[in-house]
């Protein structure tokens, strides 16, 4: 199974092959205690999201621990996957709520982030092929045009992803 992890600066694809890893190992790797999906999400956005963080494609530990989270997180899709399925997961940053600012901060300090993300899960795309990007690039823009009706809906959410809002703009 191909896996696209798309964040706010940084995107990243890979193939997941065999068994998934579990939050131990990412644990061991990153210092998060005893992580769950909430932090997982939230260190990945992290990741994702910083300027100042190793190029993925030049650290190969960092590379292998931000593999890690989004093979964790696409668990559940990877039992109904085949070896040319491509799924996209969109790692965006939330809006926080006036007033409730203290419990979200709260959050995203666990994993040293300054704003909390969501996951999307994008309808995963057969016939995918990791040595063409063409056939990367079309699995893509299909993934993101079958989300554009949930992504409309939670605009308000997502109001400090600028990368999803440019998007939305462009869908009207």
């Not at 621990?65 to 790692?91: C, R």
């Not at 940053?93 to 994993?111: C, I, L, Q, S, Y």
């Not at 690039?137 to 939670?154: D, F, G, I």
Request: one cysteine or more; a negative charge; aromatic letters at 6%.
């Amino acid at each position: 199974m191909i896996i696209r992890v798309m964040g706010e600066i940084e995107i990243h694809c890979f193939e997941q092959k065999g068994e998934t890893a579990s939050a131990d190992k990412l644990s061991a790797l990153t210092s998060i205690d005893s992580p769950g999906d909430g932090d997982i999400i939230n260190w990945l956005g992290k990741a994702l999201d910083d300027a100042g963080a190793p190029s993925l494609e030049e650290d190969a530990s960092w590379r292998e621990q931000v593999e890690i989270a989004a093979s964790i997180l696409a668990a559940p899709i990877l039992t109904k996957a085949d070896a040319d399925d491509f799924v996209l997961l969109l790692v965006l940053r939330e809006k926080w709520p006036v007033g409730t600012k203290a419990r979200f901060k709260a959050v995203a300090d666990r994993v040293g982030a300054s704003h909390t993300y969501r996951l999307l899960t994008c309808p995963l795309q057969k016939g995918a092929d990791i040595s063409d990007e063409e056939s990367l690039s079309q699995a893509e823009a299909a993934s993101l045009r079958a989300m554009v009706p949930v992504l409309k809906k939670a605009r308000k959410q997502f109001a400090n992803s600028s990368g999803l809002q440019q998007f939305l703009q462009q869908q009207n």
